[in-house]
């Protein structure tokens, strides 16, 4: 397993949750809209890192259809990529010890 894809679903659910828990208060809270204006797109880029990740690793056949489809689910849901990521490390550390 690739550790892009897990460092990307981490990457993607941190972002979500700075915008969602952060820079949405404010701009609705505090009216500052600069916050939503920086951060949508930094999350915005994670998150195609993220699907490229995924697409990349369902081509090379280290994730199937279903496990592709849980992670993108998950990245739409808060707290939702903090768990892909610890199921992609538990996965990868699953496979490798049955490797052995």
């Known amino acids: 397993m690739n550790k ?14 700075v915008l969602v828990f952060v820079a949405m208060p404010l701009k609705y809270g505090a009216q ?3 916050a939503t204006s920086i951060m949508g797109p930094i999350h915005g880029m994670m998150f195609m890192l993220f699907i490229w990740f995924v697409i990349r690793s369902l081509s090379e056949g280290t994730l199937d259809r ?18 892909n990521e610890r199921w992609l490390r538990n996965r990868r550390s699953e496979r490798s010890a049955n490797a052995l």
């Open 32 to 34: 500052i809209p600069a």
């Open 4 to 17: 892009g894809l897990r460092y990307a679903a981490f990457a993607e659910a941190l972002t979500l949750l």
């Open 66 to 83: 279903g496990e592709a489809a849980r992670l993108i689910i998950g990245a739409f849901l808060p707290f939702g990529g903090i768990i």
